[in-house]
């Protein structure tokens, strides 16, 4: 049975495919899922399905719902949840998914630079492992799928 | 894995079938499941298999019961539900499913004419989006699955 | 410990007041919650407060979400939950809370005409008593409270 | 019984104050909540009850792990969860705070200026209010508790 | 906080009794619960409040639906859960109460002559004491609650 | 993806052949779990595996520990719970299952002649069809899976 | 409220009363609860009340059955569970205890020396503060509960 | 579907092999998941992935963190647990695991000799068969798997 590993929050770097690239490398019989990560796409998505709204907030409102769908659906029957905190922006929806997955007693994984260190520091306390690169986390799912450092 | 969408609601217009052909031409990997639609079937079960009943209301009371082994196993496997109200009938049982669907923490989407709105705000609200026809069901799907718009 | 008995459903007719005035009578030790009955307050609630809108849909969804603040917290406080289907009206909130009812477990007592047995089937299923009056649901409560037919 | 209310997020402003004094004055029968908010107390509590550290980063788990005692606590306590995001900082907390509330199936209110829509709209869209001020919070428990607007 | 227990099965002799005079003499602080122990109110009530039925098995499904009402309450409610199984009837809903208690978690004590514990092995091995008299009964509530033999 | 139907109870007549022959004849996607139906190997598994005992209670302890191992797996699996009550034996075991089913919310689905129909009216009540016939399970699990009567 | 601590583990020293003068001196409202540490009515609490055993392994079985009867359900009522380790003994029940509370998602203290940091990790990493001194766990329920270092 | 068979506890023998030895010459179709049983592996893989730290607590801390990451997804996803507690060593960590496979409802099998029994009542307690060899648990699950003695 394959485990599935929720890649949560930072959308602008490439750091899904840098995991997603080590576990292929390490042969490692996973199924990464996340939010969608066209930004355009992930923001339009409910004005562009469900009808246009004047107002930014009800906008943001329908977006939200639409891609809430998806995302509780996945975080829901993920095995394993990495939440990653970039250097830029505040990415509350990132803590948000840190949040349900604790809640929901996951396993979490958080993937941020030291900087935020101190502000994430009741996010990382609820996390099973804080990792500062994409390769660390690649080298966990090794280690704990496989028993192998 | 495949998403499971259970299809609740309205019986006596097709768009269970437009749903389902609008995600076939999509090539989503979805599987469709839903109360028995054959409306005779669905009022008739109980009697027809467990013995004859006087009073409608036992007879109600017994199809129900056999109705329910379906619709709440089917409902519970569900990664998502979405609840038809049509232009007609009372569709107490759709509001029953959309209650027990927003208590077990299913994604919902509701589907019906904006003259149904004020009527449905309770429900709506617990739902994650508000659809008008079955082919934004479909671009949901398409979209939640796959990220494309 | 008193019981907890939420009490959902039509609010133009004066049953819960015949459901409180009988279990004051028969002495019970009970606490009656539900939804705010006043009609207009609740469908200006999420304006009122927390700022216009300009769109019905978004009205109606505001005060949705200020009602279920309340009718979530009491439903899931509640012992027992009663559903008033009223002869008139959609009425799909009952349903929708009765569904909810259901799926947490809260004994269930639905309260209509006849008329309605054939749409409600599905609902009185995951009831367990069907009344017609509401001084049928303070006999149940005398009863199942004290013991006493 | 008095509903318990959790107000998380913001510790630099009054915000408590105005929420807990406006109840105050409405005659609300409510047990307000939260975390620890003398900062220096908060950040220190690890360190300075269960020894010290050099690293900042053991410091800061440490306190993370002591705080949580209290916030989980109260958390799982509460009947509604208000989650205020100010005008600066990072606030990370929050947001874990409310994606536990949310996955715990806690009625969700949200207090931030409109500056923060955009960031904070998968939060919002989780919340069954979303207030600017702190008396609209005041207004929203009057309402729910008592049915006045 | 006294603590609450159930007292299920057994109607025709006075093991209640006997348990709620011992813990009463031992000073327990004990809130014992229980069905309606009025064979004829019990068997009635359905038909007696909710109106007639032709066909016996309707006027018990009706009277298992109010007592379950109150049984299903006060069995979550329960801290501890106690079945008597008598030397005599099938007893099967006192079997059925003590499985529900198995699937909540509740711990399970059964009361019982040596003669039924091949047939009750099952139930047995779900319980965490087994007592043949109701002294025992309450020498295990005297025990777990003070401490003392 | 096949159903899982726990068949409980009775295990001195052939209607769990019945039942599996009826469903195979009608192409239906299930599959039969249940309890171990070999009586002699049901009563010894504890002792003959685990070490013998003197007394017949322990024995029996034994014995049943280790069934549990078998039922409350496949139990919590099941799709349909459906348990059968013969006309011999006080299968109080076929109670307690019945009792985890509801407790777990399983659909449950009771089969037994018509003389105990008052003795057990509590678990009928809690099941959602009450059938007399292995073939009439046969039929609702032709109906509820595929919608054919 | 008062908040409910259970003190799980070692009973051969006096660190309970230690953490009960001290939180007593604070003027902490705090309930105190664990297991029953006379050892020897703990050992025999089954024998005596249940009836005497040959085997040393059936007095056990039956005394730890009653034993959990108060612990499971003191347990359960817990806000804050503290194990304690002490320098003898395997302490299993310890441990086990610490699985138990971590599972239910109970806020976990752990109070050991260092000499058993390494055999203890696994126990630690689920524990939210990891204490040395009794008078350690009154400071941090000093600070969880009422804010103050 | 194959029964997920968790194995827990000493890592010091071959009494995993001979488990799984056993079964698969029994022909049973089980998936045996288990602790990373490299015992060096196990103590340094927080700190080879995630950074070096000073002190052995923090540690140890990291490496239970990753660890755990393995060990609760796989006891979560387990239909049977078995705990093994050797002759030597605290194997505090053993009776953690089989805490919190007691508190998820998992049946749980122990395996050790009879000179811990005292040590381990409550452990035993909540297990449903205690075994003292391996090949006794490939005889219980070749039993409860396929009910053959």
């Known amino acids: 049975m394959p485990w599935q590993v929720y890649l949560s929050g930072e959308i602008h770097t490439d750091w899904r495919e840098r995991v997603a690239d080590g576990a292929r490398e390490a042969g490692l019989d996973v199924e990464f899922t996340g939010p969608v ?23 943001d409102h329908k977006g939200a719902g639409v891609n809430a769908i998806r995302t509780r659906t996945l975080l829901e029957r993920a095995d394993v949840v990495v939440v990653r905190f970039g250097e830029q922006y505040r990415q509350w929806n990132a ?47 090794r280690y704990v799928m496989g028993g192998k450092l």
Do not use: N, Y
Not at 118 to 140: F, G, I, M, N, T
């Open 37 to 59: 990560t066209d930004h355009e796409a992930s923001d339009d998505c409910g004005v562009a399905i469900l009808g246009a709204e004047e107002r930014p907030f009800w906008k």
């Open 95 to 141: 803590a948000f998914d840190a949040g349900m997955a604790a809640a929901l007693g996951k396993p979490l994984v958080t993937l941020h630079p030291e900087q935020h260190d101190h502000a994430l520091k009741e996010v990382d306390r609820a996390a099973l492992a804080v990792a500062r690169e994409p390769e660390q986390v690649v080298a966990l799912l």
